[in-house]
């Protein structure tokens, strides 16, 4: 079984930075590839950022790539986004998806994943 729940949305002003959190409540995350999703008003859902499975590798969308951060805490059985130096752009929903098995190189395809979050609004104010 596995639930999550995202928290750590918020206001923040431009240059500001955020930590959002991913908790599981059913099995270990270790055995997950975990992601990160958003959602702006308006657009499509974007990947974000993943990490595989045991913490194998991790990957970003270019548009955050340096910026933000994907973590992973097995032992309280969290996923993070570090995000860092945000810009209004990054004004999102952003949502935590899991799955057992990810095809190769489809990490970034929502399709992929087939449990998700409800969300977390993070607004950046310029």
């Known amino acids: 079984q596995v639930q999550l729940a995202e928290s750590g949305g918020g206001l923040v002003q431009a240059g500001g930075s955020l930590r959002l959190s991913c908790v599981n409540s059913?099995?270990?995350?270790?055995?997950?590839?975990v992601a990160w999703f958003r959602q702006a008003p308006g657009k499509e859902r974007e990947f974000v950022a993943a990490?595989?499975?045991?913490?194998?590798?991790?990957y970003y969308a270019d548009s955050v790539k340096g910026r933000f951060t994907i973590s992973r805490d097995n032992a309280k059985n969290t996923v993070y986004l570090q995000m860092n130096s945000l810009n209004s752009e990054d004004t999102a929903v952003y949502y935590c998806?899991?799955?057992?098995?990810?095809?190769?190189?489809?990490?970034?395809?929502?399709?992929?994943?087939?449990?998700w979050g409800q969300g977390t609004q993070v607004t950046v104010s310029s």
């Open positions: 998806a899991a799955s057992f098995s990810v095809a190769a190189r489809q990490t970034p395809l929502e399709g992929q994943y087939n449990y």
């Open positions: 059913g099995r270990s995350f270790s055995i997950l590839n």
């Open positions: 990490n595989t499975r045991f913490g194998g590798s991790t």
